[in-house]
Nanobody
């Protein structure tokens, strides 16, 4: 797998962003794909994971109710819709294979999200 993320940027607190993840060469349909955040000085945090085929979903408590993971099989994409963003949501967001909220063996280079006024 060669996962590629996009959609990061600068947003004010309370704003929204949608992150996208795809693989240009492999169909992701049967993979569990998740999102992870690496913030400066903090441990990597598993945010969400969507299981391939069944679409069972897991969320970390820190993002439950604000973030929504989804996938579009026709476009080979996995999305993370992030609403009501907080300053503490800032960091580099990676998509990766996942086992519930544990990162798997394949991950992308990441996309940076900065939440600041």
């Amino acid at each position: 797998l060669q996962l590629v993320e996009s959609g990061g940027g600068l947003v004010e607190p309370g704003g929204s962003l949608r992150l996208s993840c795809t693989d240009r060469g492999v169909e992701l349909d049967y993979y569990a794909i998740g999102w992870y955040r690496q913030a400066p000085g903090k441990e990597r945090e598993g945010l969400s994971c969507i299981i391939g085929n069944t679409d069972k979903i897991f969320y970390a408590e820190s993002v439950k109710g604000r973030f929504t993971i989804s996938r579009d099989y026709t476009k080979n994409m996995v999305y993370l819709q992030m609403n009501n963003l907080k300053v503490e949501d800032s960091g580099v967001y990676h998509c990766a294979t996942c086992d519930q909220l544990r990162m798997g063996d394949y991950w992308g280079q990441g996309t940076r999200v900065t939440v600041s006024s």
